[in-house]
């Protein structure tokens, strides 16, 4: 592996050196990652490398060019803030011969960046008050790119968090039956297609431009941010294959769906699954508080709906996926995207339940009337 790594490493404009060590990280679901020390004559250095899949992000042009333009411009910003640029932003490396990633003998994309010292990732939260410093990491982080035009960014991923579109996948699965498996599930699909104008909401509110397109980061989960091991407080967004053009309700849906659920995205007893309240006002507390005067009144009135429409969002990708036969979710058990989807649709329910409560608690932390 150490050799492989080497050959790859050897194709990057670094200062360059032996590769000592190479330890490879298992957090992730779609790409391979690689923590790799080099000997540099004074000093040892670490990298992070990663091979891309191509399989989930087959236009690395436009992935590379969004990677580069956004962590080009969080550096200006943070040069300006007066805040270490090592320790706040993701540094990409360009090949030897200007390129943004290289590929290796076999024809894999590879890519590399420096490797930030003293954080951590966390797969699980320790509580409320941490859940308020995730949700102010990801509204510092929007607020950072407010200034970015998003028209800029392509789509790495066309359509990703376009939830009507997704409506339609599914509706195209449930007529293919490609793996013969729509008659078991007749409730799901009825609990989807009994939901068809909720998909349609965000995307009729950006195409009316009653909320502004706005750079995202489209996975906001916990251990998307790295978090300084003494002060605890989040220094870096990670994992930016998804920065794309979107809504703030995405990225608020998305962490809400994932970090205040009573139990995780796969669990089969749904008597577990609900919404915690709590954490979701802690994090509503630090995303709000650090977005306030920044996004509109009405991108912060729809927040709760971002939660509704992308825990729904997610459990149609699931759904979509058992019926096609299980062919983009790893999956480690029989029936495991269809507990998923179950899963996501209880979660549904109960927001649904206490929508009202959500935006109590939004429109308090704004102190909107």
């Known amino acids: 592996m150490t050799e492989s790594i080497q050959k790859v490493f050897d194709n990057f404009a670094v200062t360059g050196g032996r590769v000592t060590k190479v330890e490879q990280c298992y957090n992730g679901h779609i790409s391979r990652t690689f923590f790799v020390s080099v000997d540099e004559g ?5 990298y992070v490398m990663q091979e891309v899949n191509e399989y989930v992000f087959s236009d690395m042009k436009t992935l590379m060019e969004n990677i580069f333009a956004v962590t080009g411009f969080l550096y200006r910003k943070a040069v300006e803030n007066g805040e270490d640029p090592s320790r706040s932003v993701l540094r990409f490396y360009k ?49 950072k790119l407010a200034g970015f035009d998003a028209t800029k960014l392509g ?18 699965a449930v007529e293919k039956n490609a793996a013969g498996r729509k ?38 989960k916990l251990n998307n941010i790295l978090i300084d091991d003494e002060t605890k407080k989040g220094i870096c967004i990670i994992d930016l294959d998804t920065i794309m053009p979107g809504s703030v309700l995405y990225d608020f849906g998305d962490a809400i769906r994932f970090g205040a659920s009573t139990a995780a995205e796969d669990e089969t007893d749904l008597d577990k699954v609900t919404v915690n309240m709590e954490m979701f006002s802690a994090f509503s507390k630090g995303y709000v508080g650090e977005l306030k005067g920044f996004i509109t009144d009405q991108e912060i009135r729809l927040l709760p709906l971002g939660a509704l429409v992308i825990t729904l969002e997610t459990g149609i990708r699931f759904l979509t996926d058992y019926l096609d036969g299980d062919r983009y979710f790893h999956v480690a058990r029989e029936n495991h995207n269809l507990d998923r989807a179950r899963n996501q649709f209880k979660l549904v329910s109960e927001m649904e339940k206490r929508m009202d409560e959500m935006n109590k608690i939004i429109i308090g932390y704004m102190n909107l009337e």
């Open 42 to 46: 004074n000093e040892e250095r670490k």
């Open 95 to 143: 090949t030897k011969t200007g390129e943004l990633y290289c590929r290796a003998a076999d024809g894999k994309p590879w890519r590399i960046y420096d490797y930030i010292d003293g954080a951590s990732t966390y797969n699980s939260c320790p509580g409320p008050e941490f859940f308020t410093e995730v949700g102010r990491s990801f509204g510092n982080f929007t607020k």
């Open 155 to 172: 789509e790495v991923i066309p359509n990703f968090h376009n939830t009507a579109s997704r409506y339609q996948k599914f509706l195209e």
């Open 183 to 220: 008659d078991g599930v007749k409730d799901e699909i009825k609990f989807v297609t009994d939901r068809k104008d909720i998909c349609e909401m965000i995307v009729k509110t950006l195409e009316n431009k009653e909320i502004p397109l706005r750079v995202t980061h489209n996975d906001t």
